[in-house]
Structure formats: structure tokens, C-alpha cells
């Protein structure tokens, strides 16, 4: 249901523009109507935009670092705002809130002092060891492989050796460096090397001490990696360094557990403080950016919105309460303004309905002043998509994976709803199941030994296969059965939207609207009293004559609605019913694909325990696939018949969505 | 020999039916689903617009399947 809104304008002296503002802001329920545009088509040149005060304005630089700042903290100490109590978030927002900015800047800034002092060092240390660990972690393989021979060079005297990393596609520049080197030394080094891993190659130079200068100053043009350790490890022998290197690699992820634990205290201790600091400057940025959506005159000030009829009376009063007669709230009369259409949209729907708004997701909401789909959608949708996977089995499952993401997902508006429309769903999947009496496509048929030689069915629970009505419906063996219900159910569906789409034309008095939709629910009737005469041996004569008569009617009435553009609509909208075939084809493939898959599954099982083991797999996996694509498909279909052959007959999207300017608690 | 050939039409019939509506969803789909791949790149929230829109050719296989359905159920008439 579509809430019902008024406009209203709101004038006031200048000089207490700001505190009013506030008050709007803090009541939460006005949609601001920007009057820039309007402003401009003025004559007068009396109303401007209203500005804001230039020293506030210097406060939307500040504010806007001390947000950078706060962002940062937050992304730092990753508080989760899930732990903490909404009640000590507001309590210390009221403490930050200052309805002058000046001092509420202030505040913040003293905030940010306090905790910069407290974590600046320790992040700054965490930083620096995370570093540490990751230079040693790449030292500790090399060093591992060169220390075998660098403990060997260390017993020469005269020799001296110099670390490097390779990368290993270009291993081939050893044997270049081995003949420079050479050269340097007179022939007197050796170079041993070894990979690393699948990327790099440690080498390991080893030369006459007494070119030790030559061969540095000749690597150094080289552009090679050589492996130097830090300081303080550099002049200690070898096998020390490693030893002490694997320490401090063992050591760093304690250190750092305990700057962790220091920096979680510190996190409990400003948690709350940050997110509500975020909060305060959010909010306070966003009144800010307001001021220049309202007008002003020399004397008074201007502001236009929009807001649910029944928010009028609470701000008509909160405003006088505050500010007595130097502030006045008028409703403006929308009917008479014309401004009906750029009224936003807000919807009221029942808790179940709510989820169902999903839907708006993939499309707008319904303009002001029409019929709300929502309720429809929530009806229909479920009961389609059980319409088309119908099996016990996939419902249960359905069902259960709804509920679990639905209860899991608590705070995650979408996936909440997704989940709610899930399980709705699945249950629907589990009341056909039981029409159509599948369990995993034809499990319960095999153990009912209802299946002949073929794999057909051949024995019913009720009636015999020539009656009409039978059970269990199968829909293979009745898919003629089962197309005409489909399509039955699509002239219901395609006429709510057509009965919707007439309500809407009456209600905005285009009486040719409700002709044009008129003529076509007329022609999709009478399409299918002619279909039946075909599909039905007792269908009576007279109720052809009446489907031709509705047909031919239809198209009159839509010509005198729309002109030929409506006559035409009338026929091509007509063939929209044969969409609704879709809704037995999606469960025909989805059947056939499980009986298929249960058929590979005992073929399996003929061959021994293997084979049975095969057989479960073979089962598990084909049966997971068709549920997979069980959802996805006919989820996307079901939507598709709302939007396009029922929604399509009727929904005009709203051009704007209510967008109460509020204290919103924060930008998540 | 007759009865057979006969059988052998219907599924010639059925075969034509599904497999040209599926090549012709397949093209239409192609088409639809490059541009959306497009229009995404450079709206994201065009995403549900888009599964919706690529579904939409999905129609004419479905009918071909109606009717590849239908065709196989002459078989049983077949003398």
C-alpha cells in the first residue's frame, strides 16, 4: 500500500532558520523538495536560495577532515558496531551534538586527540613489526639455502662470500656475473645457486676477500637483489642469523597478539565514542548541505517537502512548541497544485508483504496515486515458483536454506528478504510436490509401484488414467492438463493487472485508460473461451460464440481507448497469455531432469557396492544440480511474468522514493 | 514401415520445433546478454534489469518445447 502523503511549506523568521532546521532534522519525517528550480522560474527576484552563513561554511572543510579522520580510526580498531548497545551509541552522540557547530567541532576534535594518544604508537608498532615478519619471511628461505655454504666460506679466511636473489626466468644472468666476476677476481671465485621457490633463486658468490670492493661496486650496477639483512643481523656469522631470524619470525606473531589485545582495550574504550562521532558528523554534514535546497526572502526563510499525512500534526506541533508563531507550517492542497505526480513514494505494506518488496529492487516504486503491486507480487510469486519446481523434496530443501539465510542474515536487509521469500516459496514447492506427488522426481511413484514396464505411469491413487481429474497429477502424462491450468492461471494473473491497471485510469479519470485495459481483459477472455472449444469435448457451442464476441469486443473497446495503437495492443497482448505456457515447460525439463537422473542412479546400483556408491553420487550430484538450476530458473521466470505480462499492463514507476531528512544513525 | 517413418516424422517435427527456437533464443540472448554485459560495466545496479532482459527470449524455446511436447503426443495416434 502506497502511504498517503501531504506537502507542506514551511516559512519562518531568518534568524531562527538554522534551529529549525534542526527540529525538522530531528523529527525525522520531512522529504525535502529542492526549490532551487522553482526559484529560478520566480520573476521576482525577492526569493533566493538560502545561503549558509559563511563561518558555518568554513566548518564543512573541518567537518569533512575530522570524517576522513574518523573513517580511518574506525578502518584501524575495526570496532563491530553489531556488539555495541544502540542506547550508549545515541547517549554519546547526545554528548557530541552541539546545536552550535563551533562547539561541536570542538568536542570532536578533543575526541580524536584522545584516541590518536592512545593508539597512535601501538598501530605505528604493529605496523613496523607486520614489515619485520614479512622482510624476515622472505629472508628465512634464502638464508636456509645459502647457509650450508656460507658456514663453509666462513671457515676460509681469505674468502668472502655475497647473497643473492634471482628471479628465476632470468637464472641465466649467473653465468654472465660468474665470467665478470672472474674477471675481477682473477678467476679466484665460484658461484653456487639454488632455487628457492617456484619464482626465485638464491646464489651464493664466493670470492678472494681482497676484491670485496670491486665485486660490491660491480653488483651494484648490476641491478641484482643482493640479500642484505638488517643491521644488526648483517655482521653476525651466518648460521647465528638464521637461527635468529627464525625467532624473531616465531616471536613477531606473539608481540603482535599482545599490541592486538592492547589495541582491542583501547577499541572497547572508544568503539562507541568513533561510531557515534561518525554519526554526529554525518548528520550534522547532511543538514549542513540542506540549507541551499531551501529559500529565502530578506525576512524569512522558505522550506518545501514532503511528508506522510499523519507525521503533519507531530511537526505542526513540535514547531510551535519550539519556535510559537515566528515559524508557520501550511499543507498545501496537491490536487489543486498539480503536484500529485512528483509526490515521493513511500511503502506501508504488513510485515509478510514487506519482504516482498524485494522487488523493487529490479524495478521503481509505483507512482503516487496508483495501486500498489506489492501485495500481488507476494501472492503470486511463491505460488508460481511452487507451481514450477513442485517436489517435496526441493521444497523441504528450499525451505530450510530460506529460513536458514533469512534467521542468519537478520541485519542484512536484502539477503533477509531473499531468504523470506525463499521459504514462502519452498513451501509453496512442497504443496505442489504433493499435487504432483514427486519426492526427488518419481521416487514415491517407484516405491507406490505406480509406474509400469516403461517408466510411465500407469496406476493412479485416485481415478484412472482416462478421468480428468486423477491423483497423483503427473505432469508428463497430463501435461495437456496441466498447460491449460497454466494458462487459466495466467488470465487470472494478466487480469489482476488489467483490473489494477483499470482502477489506476479511474482514479485519475483518463476513462480511456480503463477502456484501452478494459478491451484487452476482454480479448485475453475471450482467446481462452475459444482455446477450451478446441481443448474441451463438452465445451458448449454458445460459449464459443460468447469468446468470439468478447474477442471482437475487446478490440473495439481498445480501439475507442487508445486508437489503433490500442486495437493492435489488444490482439499482440492477447498472445502475453502463452507466456504463461513457461510456467509447465520450467517444471516439465525440471522433472524429467530428476527422473533422469534418479534412472542413472538404480542403473548404477545394478553393479555391485561400487556401483551403489556410484549410484549416490551420480544421484547427489545431478539432483543438486537440478535444484540449483530449480530455483534459479524458475525464480527468474516467475519474476519475469510479474514485471512483464502482469505489472507491464499497469505500473507507471514513481520518479522519487521518500527520503525522510533524518538523523540517520550514520552512513552504512 | 509405414507406422515407422511416420514416428520418425513426428520426431523430425518435435526436433525442429525445440531446436530452431533454441537457436533463435541463443542468438537473441547473445545479442541481449553483450550489450547488458556493457550496460553493466557501466551501471552495476542495472544487474537484476539485466537477468530479467537476457530472460526474455527464453519465451520462444519455451514455446518450442510446448510444442515439441504437443508433437510427441501424436505419436500415440499414430496407425
Given at each position: 500500500m502506497i502511504e498517503k502523503m501531504a506537502k507542506v511549506e514551511i516559512l519562518g523568521l531568518k534568524d531562527i532558520a538554522l534551529e529549525t532546521i534542526d527540529v525538522i532534522h530531528e523529527l525525522g519525517t520531512l522529504h525535502i523538495e529542492d526549490l532551487t528550480e522553482r526559484i529560478g522560474s520566480?520573476?521576482?527576484?525577492?526569493?533566493t536560495r538560502m545561503e549558509m552563513d559563511p563561518k558555518y561554511a568554513d566548518h564543512e572543510a573541518t567537518l569533512n577532515n575530522l570524517r576522513a579522520k574518523v573513517g580511518d580510526m574506525i578502518r584501524e580498531l575495526?570496532?563491530?558496531?553489531?556488539?555495541?548497545?544502540k542506547e550508549e551509541i545515541a547517549n554519546e552522540y547526545k554528548a557530541l551534538w552541539s546545536d552550535n557547530v563551533e562547539v561541536m567541532v570542538s568536542r570532536l576534535e578533543k575526541l580524536l586527540r584522545e584516541v590518536e594518544r592512545d593508539t597512535r604508537d601501538t598501530v605505528e608498532r604493529k605496523s613496523d613489526l607486520m614489515v619485520e615478519l614479512s622482510r624476515l619471511e622472505k629472508y628465512a628461505p634464502i638464508m636456509g639455502k645459502v647457509q650450508p655454504l656460507a658456514e663453509r666460506v666462513a671457515r676460509m679466511q681469505d674468502m668472502a662470500s655475497i647473497a643473492l636473489i634471482i628471479e628465476r626466468k632470468y637464472k641465466a644472468i649467473l653465468n654472465y656475473l660468474n665470467e665478470e666476476i672472474s674477471k675481477i677476481t682473477n678467476g679466484e671465485c665460484e658461484i653456487i645457486s639454488q632455487d628457492v621457490d617456484d619464482e626465485s633463486t638464491a646464489a651464493l658468490i664466493v670470492f678472494n676477500r681482497r676484491f670485496l670492493k670491486q665485486v660490491h661496486e660491480f653488483l651494484a650496477v648490476q641491478d641484482v637483489n643482493q640479500v642484505r639483512l638488517p643491521s644488526d643481523l648483517a655482521k653476525k656469522p651466518i648460521d647465528e642469523a638464521v637461527a635468529e631470524v627464525r625467532a624473531r619470525i616465531a616471536q613477531i606473531p606473539a608481540e603482535v597478539d599482545e599490541i592486538d589485545r592492547t589495541l582491542s582495550t583501547v577499541t572497547s574504550q572508544y568503539s562507541v565514542k568513533l561510531i557515534a562521532a561518525r554519526n554526529a558528523i554525518h548528520d550534522r554534514l547532511e543538514a549542513m548541505q540542506a540549507v541551499p535546497k531551501f529559500a529565502q526572502t530578506d525576512q524569512v526563510f522558505i522550506i518545501s517537502g514532503w511528508l506522510p499525512a499523519d507525521a503533519v500534526d507531530p511537526m505542526e506541533k513540535a514547531l510551535e512548541g519550539n519556535f510559537g508563531n515566528k515559524v508557520i507550517l501550511t499543507v498545501v492542497d496537491i490536487r489543486e497544485e498539480h503536484d500529485e505526480e512528483e509526490a515521493p513514494v513511500s511503502l506501508a505494506n504488513s510485515p509478510f508483504t514487506?519482504?516482498?518488496?524485494?522487488?523493487y529492487l529490479l524495478s521503481k516504486y509505483p507512482?503516487?496515486?496508483?495501486?500498489?503491486?506489492t501485495i500481488v507480487f507476494a501472492f503470486f510469486f511463491p505460488i508460481l515458483f511452487g507451481l514450477m519446481v513442485g517436489d517435496i523434496g526441493y521444497g523441504i530443501i528450499i525451505m530450510v536454506a530460506g529460513w536458514i539465510v533469512h534467521r542468519k542474515y537478520a541485519s542484512k536487509p536484502l539477503v533477509n528478504m531473499a531468504g523470506f521469500v525463499m521459504t514462502v516459496g519452498g513451501a509453496w514447492t512442497i504443496f505442489f510436490g504433493i499435487i504432483y506427488l514427486e519426492f526427488f522426481g518419481d521416487w514415491i511413484y517407484r516405491w507406490l509401484g505406480l509406474l509400469n514396464a516403461d517408466g510411465?505411469?500407469?496406476?493412479?491413487?485416485?481415478?484412472?488414467?482416462?478421468?480428468?481429474f486423477k491423483y497423483p497429477l503427473d505432469r508428463i502424462e497430463g501435461f495437456t492438463f496441466m498447460l491449460a491450468v497454466c494458462l487459466i492461471i495466467g488470465w487470472i494473473h494478466m487480469g489482476i493487472g488489467l483490473i489494477i491497471g483499470m482502477v489506476n485510469g479511474r482514479r485519475e479519470k483518463n476513462y480511456k485508460h480503463v477502456m484501452e485495459k478494459g478491451g484487452l481483459f476482454l480479448v485475453i477472455t475471450g482467446v481462452l473461451m475459444i482455446i477450451a472449444k478446441f481443448g474441451l469435448g463438452w465445451w458448449p457451442a454458445w460459449a464459443l460464440g460468447i469468446g468470439l464476441l468478447f474477442f471482437v469486443g475487446g478490440i473495439v473497446l481498445g480501439a475507442v481507448g487508445a486508437g489503433m495503437g490500442g486495437a493492435i495492443e489488444s490482439i499482440v497482448g492477447?498472445?502475453?497469455?502463452?507466456?504463461?505456457?513457461r510456467l509447465i515447460a520450467i517444471g516439465l525439463a525440471s522433472v524429467i531432469m530428476a527422473n533422469v537422473a534418479n534412472e542413472l542412479a538404480i542403473e548404477q546400483a545394478k553393479n555391485g557396492v561400487i556401483g551403489i556408491i556410484v549410484g549416490i553420487v551420480v544421484f547427489i550430484l545431478l539432483q543438486a544440480l537440478n535444484i540449483v538450476i530449480g530455483v534459479f530458473s524458475p525464480s527468474i521466470h516467475a519474476l519475469r511474468l510479474h514485471l512483464v505480462e502482469s505489472f507491464g499492463k499497469f505500473f507507471e514507476p514513481a520518479k522519487v522514493r521518500y527520503e525522510p531528512f533524518k538523523k540517520t544513525g550514520g552512513e552504512e | 514401415m509405414v507406422v515407422g517413418v511416420k514416428v520418425g516424422l513426428i520426431a523430425i517435427g518435435a526436433a525442429l520445433a525445440i531446436g530452431l527456437s533454441a537457436i533463435a533464443t541463443g542468438l537473441a540472448q547473445s545479442r541481449i546478454g553483450a550489450a547488458m554485459a556493457g550496460a553493466i560495466a557501466e551501471r552495476p545496479e542495472l544487474v537484476g534489469s539485466a537477468i530479467i532482459l537476457v530472460a526474455i527470449p527464453e519465451t520462444m524455446v519455451i514455446l518450442g518445447f510446448v510444442v515439441a511436447f504437443l508433437i510427441t503426443a501424436l505419436k500415440s495416434t499414430v496407425k
Open positions: 520566480m520573476e521576482t527576484k525577492r526569493v575495526q570496532p563491530d558496531p553489531e556488539t555495541m548497545s514487506r519482504y516482498f518488496e524485494i522487488l507512482r503516487y496515486g496508483t495501486v500498489d503491486p510411465e505411469l500407469d496406476k493412479y491413487l485416485l481415478g484412472t488414467k482416462n478421468s480428468t492477447a498472445g502475453n497469455i502463452f507466456s504463461y505456457a | -
